[in-house]
Structure formats: structure tokens, C-alpha cells
């Protein structure tokens, strides 16, 4: 079994580096970064910042999926029929919308390792510290911040909804579950659709703050090598281009999506 796995990660880092857009056969720097401060190799800082552009990138696709569907169970929450419902929803958004990204990154990011370090304590354990791994830490404090803006979106789509829809779907004898399915979410991602985009934005912006608890994305990666070649100009230079590039192919894809959307509304 472990030969299998050992299969597969090899097989997994053939594929990431041939898709590389840095330093992959046809990467940029492997093409125009020889002889540079940006070769890919021990000569330079490419696969570096190559490794930095995969972290950004996982960190972002990761966080996206999870907040989504953290952000539509607490829109769902926020428009419950029961109090309490309605109350803690209320209060996940005002907190984690209030509190600073950095501020909320450090509070699950250490927080996490003080409260498994307790209960294990309280349960007899005596082995080293428990430390959480900083890439899950990163995606979980950005999955929250990101969910409790994607909520309050959602929220506005379901408001915008008219009631009559659901009272459509009870008329046709379809169970709530099915209705919401069926009748109500095509709409609503149609409505939510521009929000959600610009929360996209900046969640990929927001990715950098990972860098703060040493996970190696673009900006702690150009940020040790600007301590080592002391060239703060360039290697920031080069950071701000991958970040707007990530921004540009995300506004390509995302008009896209808006394009099919409209299509599908039309075809209904």
C-alpha cells in the first residue's frame, strides 16, 4: 500500500511540474529566467516562487468550496423560521465580518493548538505539543471570514427571490428539500453570482496573510528572498505581476460562468 501512494505522489509532482506555468518545460522563468536571480534550480529563486504560486493557488480553491457551504447553511440559519437559529447566525456573521482577517487567522491558528493541547492535558496526555499544521489553519481562518461575507450575499439572493416561488413549489406537491432545490437555487445562484465573484477577488487577496504563520505562498516565498538578494523592488515587483495575473484569468473564468449563467436562465 505504501508503495501505491508513494506511486501516486510521484506520479502527482510529474503532473504539477508539467503544468508548472513557472517552471515547468514551458514556464516562464525556465524560458526567460535562465542565467537570472529567477532560474528555476539551486541557481536562482524560481522554484521558489513556483512552490509560493501553488500554495496561493491550493489555499484560495480549497477555502472556496468549504466557505460556500458554510456561507449558505448560515444564509439558511439567518432566514429560519426559529429564533435561535436566526440569533446564532446573526452573531457567526457580526463576529467573524468585525473581527480583522490577521486577528481571526492568529486566533485559529494558535487558539486551535491551545484548546487540543488542553483537552489532551485534561485527558491524560503527555507526549510533545500538538502544533496545527499552518495550511489547514490558514484555509479553516479564511473559510470562516469568507463564509460569514458569502452569507450576508446569499442572504440579499434570497431575499430577492418572491415568496410566490416556494408557494409554486407547494402547489406542485414538491417537499421543501426539493423545492429549494429545483426551483429556488438556480435563481439564487444567478442573483448571487456578481457578489460572489468580487468575495472571490478578494479571497485571493486575502491568501496572503497566510504568510504570517510561515505557510510558504507567494508572498513569504519573494519575501525570503528579498532578505537574501536584498532586491526588495524586483522580487515585490514580481509578486504584485502573479497576484494581478491570478486576478486576470479569475475575471476571464468568472465572466464566463456569468455568460453560462445567463444562457441556462434563458434556456428555462
Known sequence: MS????ALGSFWSWIV??????????????????????????????????????????????????????????????????????????????????????????????GMQMLIQSLLTFVGYDGPPIEINAFLAGVIALSVVFSAYCSEVLLSAFHAIPKGQYEAGDALGLHRGRTLRLIILPQLVRIALPGLTNLWMVLLKDTSYVSIISLADILRQTSVAVRVTKEPFFFYGVACCLYLVLAILSSFLLVYVERWAKRSEVRR
Request: glycine share 14%; with cysteine.
Open 17 to 110: 511540474h508539467i503544468f508548472d506555468p513557472l517552471c515547468g518545460p514551458v514556464g516562464i522563468f525556465t524560458w526567460l529566467g535562465q542565467s537570472t536571480i529567477l532560474a528555476c534550480g539551486d541557481t536562482g529563486w524560481g522554484d521558489e516562487i513556483a512552490l509560493g504560486l501553488q500554495v496561493t493557488v491550493s489555499v484560495a480553491i480549497v477555502t472556496l468550496p468549504i466557505g460556500l457551504a458554510i456561507g449558505f447553511l448560515v444564509a439558511l440559519g439567518q432566514q429560519s423560521e426559529e429564533k435561535p437559529l436566526r440569533l446564532a447566525a446573526g452573531i457567526y456573521t457580526t463576529i467573524f465580518r468585525g473581527l480583522p482577517e490577521l486577528l481571526t487567522l492568529f486566533i485559529i491558528y494558535y
Open 3 to 6: 508503495g501505491l501512494f508513494s
